[in-house]
């Protein structure tokens, strides 16, 4: 019960209430001037079909058509069943979701509803179709833009601070699961700043809002709203063993989207910035083996690219990165994410720790594109295809391998003699003929020796069935 105080306060302002023609009640409800109580408005309730009803236009429907190579199941190098490409295609349909950019036509979608599609058709919230084109992709955070043409007469999406929504804070999906077109469904944020789900390769620009609001294959693309209507994120990935909603839903969120579609808008692509550097994590046991001082914060390089932006700058491997650019650096995703977020040609500084001295390094930073281009044309990746770097020990337990030492790949190149003899992203070489192979440089110089035989004999361990055995490919050239 409220104080005596308290309702004296309030009797001027119920008097005034109960002379106009409507005040309202205990129950968010209103009192009519005859004294008979109207229905409750229930603001919660009523906010998540606000935001449905406001929203709704500014989502669309994307269907795609295509055709894809047949799979056909054959032999791998170890007996082992892996799919191959045959001569044939087969058509392919696809469909999904996207939201209103602008006025002028663009949609933002993601990169997997649209990719390889060869024609893209749009339906909008009035029942109308137009023909899209696609403006810019960027696979690596799968996002993209796509245009139809003259302008569009439904508004545009509003995008919130997705970085200020909470842990437990309420959440709006729209979008067209299994066809089922501007279906809306809610739930709230379950956890955010998760990476590395789903079965596409992880790129460590992944920072993705986790929901439990219903998201089914056809909602990739589609809006994820707080309930100021405002966009906070795309939905992209569902982890399910069914197919369908299982309550683990991911969205891209709106800090990472404004960046990407802006540069997909302006230049089609996205251009990110590279050092040439791999590093890990700094777990309790790497602090003391590198004996740094407790509660360090940071991260140790495992590999340093040649010729590269860091390898210039004179970092090497076994340095800690404490600060990137004045900013601490917490983990080995934060920092990948502040490299790529940097301009080509921009001078930064590395804060390290080496042998317990603080060192102070400068950087330029290299285009993502024009660096991994330049490695891949040496003389070791051309020959076979393959990039790679150092396989770390405690990647070789988790492997059950016992033999620590060796290279594990981490591209393929398309096409090429490795790509050809079913060799995949996650396998391990051990050696080249019968010489070990530590990392990528003594891997590169036993490629170049074999190639005077024309084949490289590799010790190999599958990935996928964990199968280790010899495999001798042919080298070009």
Known sequence: MPSKRILRA????????????????????TITASGTAAAPRLLFANSIADVAEAARPSVVHIDTTGTMLQQLPINGPFGI???????????VRGLGSGVILDKDGRILTNNHVVENAETISVQFFDGSTRPASLIGADPTTDLAVIKVD????????????????????????????????????????????????????PTGLEDYIQTDAAINPGNSGGPLLNLNGEVIGINSVILSQSNGSEGLGFA?????????????????????????????????????????????????????????????????????????DGEPILSAIA?????????????????????????????????????????????????????????????????????????????????????QANVNVGDVIFKVGTADVADPKQFRARIADAAKSGSALLLIHDASTGVVGYLNVPLKR
């Not at 001027?12 to 409507?22: D, E, H, N, R, V």
């Not at 069943?81 to 058509?91: E, L």
């Not at 309420?170 to 789903?198: C, F, Q, Y």
């Open 252 to 324: 891209i969120p709106a800090t990472l989207i404004k960046t990407i579609s802006d540069s997909l808008v302006r230049m089609g692509k996205v251009v990110r910035g590279d050092l040439g550097v791999k590093f890990q994590d700094l777990s309790q046991e790497l602090i003391e083996g590198l004996k740094l001082p407790l509660g360090t914060a940071g991260v140790a390089v495992v590999e340093v690219i040649p010729e590269g932006p860091a390898d210039s700058s004179g970092l090497k491997q076994g340095d800690v990165i404490l600060r990137y």
């Open 150 to 201: 003259g302008p569009i007469g439904a508004p545009p999406v509003r995008f919130g601070d997705s970085d200020s929504m909470r842990v437990g804070d309420w959440v709006v999906a729209i979008g067209s699961p299994e066809g089922l077109d501007w279906t809306v469904t809610m739930g709230i944020i379950s956890a955010k700043h998760r990476g590395n789900v789903g079965d596409g390769e």
């Open 335 to 419: 920092l990948k994410r502040a490299i790529a977020a940097s301009k080509p040609g921009d001078a930064v500084e590395l804060d390290i720790i080496r042998n317990g001295r603080a060192l102070r390094l400068s950087a330029t930073v290299e285009d993502q594109f024009v660096l991994l281009k330049r490695v891949a044309a040496r003389p070791g990746y051309k020959l076979l295809g393959l990039i790679v770097r150092a396989l770390e020990a405690d990647e070789a337990r988790n492997l059950g391998l016992t033999n620590a030492s060796g290279v594990i790949v981490t591209q393929v190149v398309p096409g090429s003699p490795a790509d």
């Open 10 to 29: 309030l009797a001027p302002a119920l008097l005034a209430a109960a002379l106009s023609s409507t005040a309202i009640n205990a129950q968010g409800g």
């Open 81 to 91: 069943h892996a799919p191959q490409d045959s001569s044939g295609t087969v058509p």
